[in-house]
């Protein structure tokens, strides 16, 4: 299974635009990639998923470059509320059953 | 329901007794994953359930660990002869399973305290 990096802590402010870069040097070629977004107390919840170039939903954006050895999440004019972890995963058919999810990424959005 | 629901939401026992946690999945979901997160971690894989297929139980820690799922429904996992290491959140989560990489969707979890 491909492995993920990501930062540990991120701090922004409201209104402002977040991007959390994600690698996975060693992407398979049949790997989707995956973010989720967990509060506190609450399981893991699906943000946007990829494959390649740029997909976009009512919550956030992914951009794939060419390589796909990297992804970059981004939030729009964060609020508060997006304070939480952010996980990226990277896995196909072959891994399905067995998605990694790392430490994340803990975004603290800041009045 | 509309959702993925676990049970109880909190347990605390006692070191050496023995846990049973229930997930109810999404009606509909034969797709069926546990996992467990310690304090400030990541989510660690537990077992897969698919349908009807033996399950993925690879993630589990130690033999003290099982679960079952009965049909596409209802699945329990038990924690024999609990021990401190063991608290944790424990995630359920389920999926549709029938598309590569569609979504999880989880439940809310159950703190597992031991003491």
């Known amino acids: 299974l491909a492995k993920t990096t990501q930062p540990i802590s991120m701090d922004s402010y409201e209104g402002q635009e977040v991007n959390i870069t994600c690698s996975h040097n060693n992407i398979a070629t049949n790997d989707y990639i995956t973010w989720y977004q967990q509060f506190p107390s609450q399981g893991p919840r699906f943000i946007i998923q990829?494959?390649?170039t740029k997909v976009t939903n009512e919550v956030a954006s992914l951009f794939i470059p060419a390589d796909r050895k990297s992804s970059t999440l981004s939030l729009p004019r964060v609020s508060l509320s997006d304070t939480a972890v952010y996980y990226c995963?990277?896995?196909?058919?072959?891994?399905?059953?067995?998605?990694?999810f790392g430490a994340g990424t803990r975004l603290a959005v800041h009045p | 329901g509309a959702g993925v629901s676990q049970s109880p939401s909190n347990k605390v026992t006692e070191k050496g007794k023995d846990v049973e946690l229930r997930c109810d999945p999404i009606s509909g979901h034969t797709a069926l994953y546990w996992y467990r997160q310690r304090l400030g971690q990541g989510l660690e894989f537990l077992i897969y359930?698919?349908?009807?297929?033996?399950?993925?139980k690879s993630g589990l820690p130690s033999d003290r660990f099982s679960a079952e799922r009965t049909g596409e429904s209802v699945s329990t996992l038990t924690i024999q002869r609990t021990q401190q290491e063991d608290s944790a959140v424990y995630l359920c989560a389920s999926s549709l399973g029938q598309e590569v990489n569609e979504k999880l969707f989880f439940g809310s979890g159950t703190q597992l305290s031991v003491l």
């Open positions: 359930f698919q349908g009807n297929s033996a399950p993925d």
């Open positions: 995963l990277v896995g196909g058919r072959d891994g399905y059953n067995k998605l990694i």
């Open positions: 990829g494959y390649k």
